[in-house]
């Protein structure tokens, strides 16, 4: 790879967020090929040792059937969602799968052909329908889906599956049964979330949707209390803390997830903005959601810090260059300031290189796709909290010792900010990082020195890293031909550091036939301890969590 490299914030990092000069990239295409699903639990053949000490499940999401009949979905995000489960006791593993028996896939599988139209992908009208009926439907607007691919999420105790709708699914994570469609809007005024809530110590829940109405679109900070009234309370008592309005009313950002502090939601308000009129006539124009998501790099990126007790907006907003960001890392308060740490690219246009065909492709034409893609990379902004009409303006407020990240006063409502590397220049040669996971229960909205993640060497991971604050040191576990999956941590019950635990990640094979494996890394180490060969084939996933068990 290579990289042109120039100053900021007193940190290397590649111009235009490292573009790459990659050649002979392996072809991944059979890690996007649709699957059967596996409802009944078989074993594993266990090589080296799985630590007793782990009892649970790792559950994973993600796509598992690209097609019915002859219709083919366009993009990656469209596949149908296949469950996984990788059930751990006694130092030996069993692995299930079942579809998502979502109303999308009930009637694509009944018709034998897409009737849900998805991110990608517009269903075409009904052949059965008359002439004027199939010419009448192209002026609807389309349904969102309930196929809930993206990740496992929780609610009150209760497993979820969870894409961008305003629809989840309870499942049960013992048997990966579906259980009950929840529709958000049945509760509060939204017409989706995310698949990245983030939760209290007491399991309070935070999440963020968009509502669309005739007052316009908001972005709307919500949040779900702990406790049941019922045992059958799926998002009762679900709230909205505040709205906010888009900075291009008409065209607000699109965003996978946010960040949150002790005291803060953090919205990450970014430059890739959603037409909304191309989505109300997607169905006229036949063109997906996906078209009508496009990156505007003459816009700022713009950091919204909502408090979490009050639900008040600061009016204080942190702007940044253009750049564009799925996942962030951590936040945490710390002598006035807020660190938000995040995995970001200096180009927005990622969600277009995903389609079927880009990730199908092989040689030369493989090769170009990637080298379009900008790298992602571990940064860290440094926010302060305490802004007002005496703060001086024109001077780097970022007070924080060995820290090179910038806070600039530029008026009373505005804080200019630039970021420092949470990387050195070795993270390069992995071709960045993304899927960031930290020990959660331990440092999420505190200060902490490890995270974990995905080197992208390839469209998918295809290395498993451990960054080190302290120095900005890495570890990693790379094996060429193998990709692994997001990385998750699970900390040891006798540990008394933050890193006393192990890595869970799936691995797959895409030159071999049924050659996937769960692979357990000792997370102090990254050495591996074992792994779990499970004779199947499964497409590459999206997200997932480990349920403890007794």
């Not at 990289?3 to 990239?25: F, N, P, R, V």
């Not at 305003?166 to 995310?194: C, M, R």
């Not at 960040?259 to 997607?282: C, D, G, H, L």
């Not at 996971?437 to 902490?448: A, F, G, H, L, V």
Request: glycine content about 6%; proline content about 6%; aromatic content about 12%.
């Amino acid at each position: 790879m290579s990289c042109t490299k120039i100053q900021t914030s007193g940190e290397d990092h590649c111009k235009a967020g490292c573009y790459t000069d990659a050649h002979g990239l392996q072809s991944i295409a059979t890690l996007v090929r649709s699957t059967e699903e596996i409802p009944e639990p078989i074993s594993t053949q266990v090589k080296g040792t799985i630590p007793t000490w782990i009892c649970g499940n790792l559950l994973r999401n993600g796509p598992g059937k690209f097609e019915f009949g002859n219709e083919h979905f366009n993009h990656w995000f469209d596949g149908m969602a296949l469950l996984h489960q990788f059930k751990i006791k006694d130092g030996q593993v069993t692995y299930r799968s079942r579809f998502l028996r979502s109303d999308a896939y009930k009637q694509n599988s009944e018709r034998d052909r897409i009737m849900v139209s998805e991110f990608g992908t517009v269903a075409m009208p009904d052949p059965c329908k008359s002439i004027f009926q199939r010419f009448l439907s192209r002026f609807e607007m389309i349904k969102p889906t309930d196929n809930a691919s993206v990740s496992f999420v929780k609610y009150k105790g209760d497993y979820y599956v969870s894409t961008e709708t305003n629809f989840i699914h309870k499942v049960d994570p013992a048997t990966l049964e579906t259980v009950e469609k929840v529709d958000w809007s049945q509760f509060i005024a939204v017409n989706g979330a995310t698949a990245h809530p983030h939760y209290d110590p007491d399991g309070t829940a935070y999440n963020m949707g968009n509502s669309y109405g005739a007052k316009g679109v908001f972005y709307n900070i919500i949040c779900v209390p702990p406790e049941r009234e019922l045992a059958d309370d799926t998002l009762q008592g679900a709230k909205v803390l505040c709205s906010i309005a888009p900075t291009d009313k008409g065209k607000p950002s699109y965003y996978h997830s946010f960040a949150m502090s002790q005291n803060y939601v953090v919205f990450i308000e970014q430059p890739i903005k959603m037409n909304v009129w191309k989505i109300v006539t997607s169905k006229l124009t036949g063109k997906g959601i996906s078209d009508a998501i496009y990156w505007d790099p003459t816009q700022d990126t713009i950091f919204h810090l909502i408090h979490k007790q009050t639900g008040k907006v600061s009016p204080v907003k942190f702007h940044t260059k253009a750049m564009s960001n799925f996942h962030q890392i951590n936040a945490f308060e710390e002598d006035g300031f807020l660190m938000l740490d995040l995995c970001a690219s200096d180009d927005g246009q990622a969600i277009s290189v995903y389609n079927l065909q880009n990730m199908r492709k092989s040689g030369e034409a493989l090769d170009e796709v990637y080298n379009k893609m900008c790298r992602v990379f571990p940064r860290r902004f440094v926010l302060p909290l305490n802004i007002t009409s005496e703060t001086p303006m024109d001077q780097n407020l970022n007070t924080r010792p060995n820290s090179t990240a910038t806070a600039t006063k530029v008026t009373n409502d505005k804080v200019f900010c630039t970021f420092e590397n949470l990387h050195g220049d070795d993270l390069e040669e992995f071709g960045g990082l993304e899927f960031p996971q930290i020990n959660y229960k331990r440092c999420n909205t505190k200060p902490y020195r490890y995270f974990y993640g995905c080197g992208f060497r390839h469209l998918v991971g295809d290395s498993l890293l451990k960054m080190d604050l302290e120095g900005k040191k890495i570890k990693s576990w790379y094996q060429p031909g193998l990709f692994p999956s997001e990385p998750v941590f699970v900390p040891s019950p006798e540990g008394t550091e933050e890193d006393e635990g192990v890595i869970l990640s799936v691995v797959l094979i895409p030159t071999e036939d049924k050659a996937t494996f769960l692979l357990v890394l000792d997370a102090k180490s990254f050495e591996e301890l074992g792994r779990a060969e499970v004779p199947i084939n499964i497409p590459y996933g999206f997200h997932g969590a480990f349920q403890p068990t007794d």
